[in-house]
């Protein structure tokens, strides 16, 4: 799980409820993702950051929101216009080297299990 | 959207076989990766073969890159039963901040 750090490891959120999801990393990396993956699938992109106070939204997007106020931490929350939630969230990380398509593998953490109740 | 898709979804064999998975995608691309997942965990980085690369290895992992069918797939040989986690490939088609697209795994099962 590399110097990346996700909590917690289960959350359960009522309906109507925002949660925030924590990220955290120490290898100073430049780029950070957030990642959703239902039972079985792939992941699907969130949301992603280049740079401090900066970032794009993935393919999905709608329902969730994200900062980047500082290098070292990405946290997602989960509002309640995410009408199905329950998933689990993998956080990631990767370097810029510098330079057209230089950018490092993605580092992963060890993921948060949300579940709606 | 899922630009990789792997082949097969599940795979089981046993101990000391040679495993092959394969993955196929849509657009061009940057490079193509290969990730590990065991249950429930973060997924661990395996290789990256650039496009205009054919072939790399890393110990028991052999990878190949045909950009023409726009396809590549993973050896594991002489498995082990630790080997078992599902597989994704997922590619880089050179967008701004590194973005990956995942296909959906294959889960590989090695029985000892």
């Known amino acids: 799980d590399g110097g990346i750090t996700q909590s917690p490891k289960y959350l359960f959120r009522k309906e109507g409820q925002n949660v925030t999801l924590s990220c955290e990393q120490n290898l100073n990396h430049d780029a950070m993702y957030w990642y959703r993956q239902d039972p079985g699938q792939g992941l699907r992109l969130i949301y992603y950051?280049?740079?401090?106070?900066?970032?794009q939204k993935g393919d999905i997007a709608e329902g969730y929101s994200v900062s980047r106020e500082k290098k070292e931490s990405f946290p997602l929350t989960v509002t309640s216009a995410q009408k199905n939630p329950t998933a689990f969230y993998l956080c990631a990380s990767s370097i810029f080297f510098g330079g057209p398509a230089t950018w490092g593998e993605q580092f992963f953490g060890p993921g948060t299990r949300l579940t709606v109740l | 959207s899922q630009q990789g898709e792997e082949d097969p979804q599940a795979l089981s064999i046993q101990e000391g076989e040679n495993a092959t998975m394969n993955c196929s995608y849509k657009t061009s691309i940057n490079n193509l990766q290969w990730y590990r997942q065991n249950s429930g965990r973060g997924l661990v980085h395996l290789i990256l073969?650039?496009?205009?690369?054919r072939e790399k290895h890393s110990g028991r992992l052999r990878v190949t890159l045909d950009t023409s069918k726009k396809s590549s797939s993973l050896l594991i040989t002489a498995s082990r039963a630790a080997d078992t986690a599902s597989y994704f490939c997922a590619t880089d088609a050179g967008n701004a901040g590194n973005m990956l697209t995942f296909g959906g795994g294959t889960r590989l099962m090695v029985k000892p």
């Open positions: 950051s280049q740079i401090v106070n900066d970032f």
């Open positions: 073969i650039r496009s205009n690369e």
